[in-house]
């Protein structure tokens, strides 16, 4: 992996270990994960079994649905299927919760509990681009993902 990557893959480590503010913590883990690949925006989102709740983001604004049920959107997929959802242009997407009116592809990566059994946290990564996400992207951002464990754990 490059250097660059496992520098920012440490850092997340780091940062999801130690104590203090959840929310400080989830966006700076989101602000590094859009510096990565140049991204327009990134969310990190708690799933509770009925519920998805942002917890912090890196972006312009806030997003649209701060809450939304764990069933509905790429999330709902991506919690269901247990695994990433890529979609290159979420305009021909029925499942697209519209969050922002410029997205044109989102990624999402599940943060599974210990064991795989159930999606504890997500990654919501978004462009502005069609077809914005490589095989390249969607490993970084599950090894981002995955560096990140800690901050679902340790709370």
């Known amino acids: 992996m490059p250097i660059v990557i496992n520098n920012t893959l440490n850092e997340i480590r780091s940062l999801a270990m130690t104590g203090g503010d959840r929310a400080s913590q989830a966006r700076r883990l989101a602000e590094l994960v859009r510096k ?5 925006w990134v969310g990190v989102y708690d799933v509770r079994p009925e519920l998805v709740s942002i917890i912090g983001w890196s972006g312009p604004s806030a997003p649209e649905y701060p809450e939304f049920p764990a069933s509905k959107g ?15 242009d979420v305009r021909t997407d029925p499942r697209y919760l519209a969050a922002f009116g410029s997205t044109l592809s989102e990624i999402i990566v599940p943060i599974l509990a210990p064991g795989g059994d159930r999606v504890i946290g997500t990654v919501d990564v978004e462009s502005g681009n069609a077809n914005a996400f490589s095989n390249r992207d969607q490993q ?16």
């Open 36 to 40: 990565l690949g140049d991204y327009r």
């Open 74 to 88: 790429l999330t709902g997929a991506a919690i269901q299927q247990k695994k990433a959802v890529i979609v290159g």
């Open 140 to 155: 970084m951002i599950e090894h981002c993902a995955q560096a990140a464990l800690p901050l679902w754990l340790l709370r």
